[in-house]
């Protein structure tokens, strides 16, 4: 089975930075791309950026140039840095992760119980 626990959500002001942590344990052989999405009240689920197993990165535009996703292969943590926050930004904050299980190599897919994040004007 595995786990993702996120952290770092809180309430700050507009235009300050955040970074967000989104810790995987268990049974792993290997991560292939870890994401987070994010959910704002009343809105579906929307990608905010992936990072792959050779750290190709990608970025939904509303974050390009303020957010920066990048992983420690060695804790199996992924993590977000948002700078310049705006108050739009203010959602649930969500990690994903897929890769094999170790001994089955089987595929895996796991989400985080989300990580809320609220930016005051």
């Known amino acids: 089975q595995v786990q993702l626990v996120e952290s770092g959500g809180c309430l700050v002001q507009a235009g300050v930075s955040l970074r967000l942590s989104c810790a995987v344990s268990?049974?792993?052989?290997?991560?292939?791309?870890m994401a987070w999405y994010r959910r704002a009240p009343g809105q579906q689920r929307e990608l905010v950026a992936t990072?792959?197993?050779?750290?190709?990165?990608n970025y939904a535009d509303f974050v390009k140039g303020r957010f920066t996703i990048d992983r420690a292969n060695a804790k199996n943590t992924v993590y977000l840095q948002m700078n310049s926050l705006k108050p739009e930004d203010t959602a649930v904050y969500y990690c994903?992760?897929?890769?094999?299980?170790?001994?089955?190599?089987?595929?895996?897919?796991?989400w985080g119980q989300g990580t809320q994040v609220t930016v005051s004007s």
């Open positions: 994903r992760t897929d890769g094999r299980i170790a001994g089955s190599y089987k595929r895996f897919e796991s």
């Open positions: 990072i792959t197993s050779n750290n190709s990165t």
């Open positions: 268990g049974n792993i052989f290997s991560i292939i791309t």
